[in-house]
C-alpha cells in the first residue's frame, strides 16, 4: 500500500518560512518523480514544484522562483518543499505526489497523492 504524508504545515506570518516534508512508503521512491501540488479554497489545484527522480531536474511555476526550494532523499524517501518570503496568496493546502516517468504539471498524471497539509500565511 502506497503512501505519501505530509507534515510541516501552520501558520505563519507573511515574510517568513515553512519547511514542509513529504514521507513516502510502499514505492519504489527512486523511480518517481515528485511533485508539490497546491489547492486554495474555490480554487483548482496547482502544480508548485517537481524533482525528478535523482535530483537533476526540479521544476517550479514562476511566482514561486527564488522563494522555494524543492529536494529530495531517496533513502530516506521523503521530498521536501522549503518555502521562504511566504505571502498570503500562499495559502492552500498543500499535497505532495507521484507519478513514474519524466516531469509533468498534469496533475492527472500523478497516480499517488497525499493527503495534504494546511499552509496559512497571514498579512
Known amino acids: 500500500q502506497v503512501q505519501l504524508v505530509e507534515s510541516g504545515g501552520g501558520l505563519v506570518q507573511a515574510g517568513g518560512s515553512l519547511r514542509l516534508s513529504c514521507a513516502a512508503s510502499g514505492l519504489i521512491f527512486g523511480n518517481y518523480v515528485l511533485g508539490w501540488f497546491r489547492q486554495a479554497p474555490g480554487k483548482e489545484r496547482e502544480i508548485v514544484a517537481a524533482?525528478?527522480?535523482?535530483?537533476?531536474?526540479?521544476y517550479f511555476i514562476d511566482s514561486m522562483k527564488g522563494r522555494f526550494t524543492i529536494s529530495r532523499d531517496n533513502a530516506k524517501k521523503t521530498v521536501d518543499l522549503q518555502m521562504n518570503s511566504l505571502k498570503p496568496e500562499d495559502t492552500a493546502v498543500y499535497l505532495c505526489a507521484a507519478r513514474v516517468g519524466s516531469y509533468s504539471d498534469d496533475k492527472g498524471s500523478y497516480r499517488y497523492w497525499g493527503q495534504g497539509t494546511q499552509v496559512t500565511v497571514s498579512s
Open positions: 524533482i525528478n527522480w535523482n535530483s537533476a531536474s526540479t
